[in-house]
């Protein structure tokens, strides 16, 4: 987190904490990561380093998350993206947070069980825009900013939306990285799209402890990430620093103030933010 932190919405002039994690001694996972979980080629990753990422978009002010004119605004600007990215019945990836409709839009029930036909008419509350597919977004950015995209994956039962995204990510020529909770969603591209940069999101609310560190250990051999996207809550822990030390970026969400910011700086690579106030 370099020179871009100079843009992030509540810049602050100096931190006593702006400074590298010290080296983290090795634990008995250290050499297994390094077979298990190989740190990937720099030049692919350099855009996850290059800037701060608006969360959802750049929304608040009379912007909703996950609206074409949040990312518009995003790219404006000059952040990148993050975005949520669901399955439709008929395996169209729309891009929607909740796997309920109501918190955002007039309708109810959920995503997963309407077509993609039926989900081009929802319009999302407080914008004058339907809930947007996948593909349309990639097209509006057309590569002018990098794009996060967050798979969501409750279950094991993951190849209807990998697809979804892959089929959405076909011949898209701008920087963009795949990204989950579940691990099986960055195995699933490592085998059937590895092109695509793949990230593993974490957080250790209600994972702490020696289960914790397995469950962790064990979901990173899985997924063999290109980059951890890391809750800022838990920063700083052994677990990302032991990524960043074998070269694997480090992003950190959800960052809403200066105070989380200083940690992302000490301790993460990059910041997936939320202007203070947007909610």
């Known amino acids: 987190m370099r020179a871009s932190i100079r843009a992030a919405p509540w810049a602050f002039p100096s931190c ?12 008995p996972f250290a050499r297994l990561d390094s077979c298990l979980s190989p740190a990937p080629d720099a030049a692919r990753v350099a855009f996850l380093r290059a800037q701060p990422f608006a969360h959802r978009g750049l929304h608040g002010k009379g912007l909703v998350e996950n609206s074409l004119a949040a990312f518009d605004a995003a790219i404006a600007a000059g952040y990148g993206m993050e975005c949520d990215v669901r399955a439709s019945q008929d395996g169209v990836a729309f891009v929607f947070h909740d ?3 109501d918190r955002l839009t007039a309708e109810k029930g959920k995503l997963a069980d309407r077509s993609a036909s039926l989900l081009d008419a929802v319009i999302l509350s407080g914008a004058r825009e339907p809930l947007p597919r996948l593909d349309a977004l990639l097209h509006r950015i057309d590569g002018r900013a ?3 995209i967050e798979v969501k994956a409750p279950t094991r039962n993951v190849i209807r939306i990998c697809r979804a995204t892959r089929r959405a990510l076909e011949g898209y020529r701008g920087p963009v990285a795949i990204m989950s909770f579940n691990p099986l969603v960055a195995s699933w591209f490592r085998r059937e ?17 020696y289960r914790g560190r397995i469950a962790r250990t064990l979901a990173l051999w899985k997924a063999k990430p290109d980059f951890l996207a890391y809750d800022v809550r838990d920063l700083p822990s052994r677990f990302p620093a032991r990524a960043r030390q074998r070269g694997l970026p480090v992003l950190t969400w959800t960052v809403r103030n200066a105070a989380a910011e200083q940690v992302a700086f000490a301790h993460a690579d990059e910041s997936i933010f939320e202007i203070p106030g947007d909610g």
């Not at 006593?16 to 634990?27: G, I, N």
């Open 146 to 148: 990098p794009l996060l």
């Open 193 to 209: 799209a590895p092109h695509i940069v793949r990230g593993l999101v974490v957080t250790e609310e209600g994972k702490q402890g």
């Open 16 to 27: 006593p904490l702006a400074r590298r994690s010290r080296s983290t001694p090795l634990s």
């Open 99 to 101: 796997a309920d409709l």
